[in-house]
């Protein structure tokens, strides 16, 4: 079946730190994955997203690669801001059905 | 930029009352979807909507539950007889290549 497995969290970092969530999948066939975003009070947003495998997903200083041999998709930022406060979801779509990990809550602290 | 509407942001009920929770989707997508999130968990599928019928839903989504076009932009989904259990925020989201959440309606069921 199909499954997103992502590092819980909460995640609490201090502004510029290095940001690393780790996001696995698990999927048949050949899977779009997705990191969304959620501010506080609001809906989720799409964040990036890659396709296929080896296709990387930048988005507002985020990167992902899409890892065919390690079923991951990790999302990174090399200098978070406050502004990043939020919780990200790792997504794949398999068809026209989307499947979600847990989220993982990240807040940065001056 | 296009956006996913829901209607109401908020709404509290008394269990075995009836709900109905509204979305206006992006005008041109074709397939739209109900997610719900209970509070501190992970977002789960519930149905997806393509040609004015249920192309998919999940084990959540039972007798209690019911979707609707009813006027070709609004996007209803029905909770017959709510329960205590279905306390969640509930999006409404939208495809045409990406997935497109609304803001989301938080129920609460007293």
């Not at chain 2, 709510?82 to 989301?104: H, I, N, R, V």
Request: aromatic fraction near 14%; charged fraction near 20%; glycine fraction near 8%.
């Amino acid at each position: 079946g199909n499954s997103v497995t992502q590092m819980e969290g909460p995640v609490t970092l201090s502004e510029e730190a290095f940001l690393t969530i780790n996001c696995t999948y698990t999927a048949t066939g050949y899977p779009s994955l997705f990191w969304y975003v959620q501010y506080p009070g609001e809906g989720l947003q799409l964040l990036l997203k890659a396709t296929k495998a080896d296709d990387k997903g930048s988005n507002k200083g985020f990167e992902a690669t899409y890892r065919k041999e390690t079923t991951s998709f990790h999302l990174e930022k090399g200098s978070v801001q406050v502004s990043d406060s939020a919780v990200y979801f790792c997504a794949l779509r398999a068809g026209n059905q989307f499947y979600f990990g847990t989220g993982t809550s990240l807040t940065v602290i001056p | 930029e296009p956006e996913v509407t829901q209607t109401p942001s908020h709404q509290v009920t008394q269990m075995g009352q009836e709900v109905i929770l509204r979305c206006v989707p992006i005008s041109n997508h074709l397939y739209f979807y109900w997610y719900r999130q209970i509070l501190g968990q992970k977002v789960e599928f519930l149905v997806s909507f393509y040609n004015n019928e249920i192309s998919e839903k999940s084990e959540i989504f039972d007798d209690q539950f019911s979707v609707e076009r009813p006027d070709g932009s609004n996007f209803t989904l029905k909770i017959r007889s709510t329960k205590l259990e279905d306390s969640a925020m509930y999006f409404c989201a939208s495809t045409g290549g990406e997935q497109y959440f609304g803001p989301g309606t938080r129920l609460t069921v007293t």
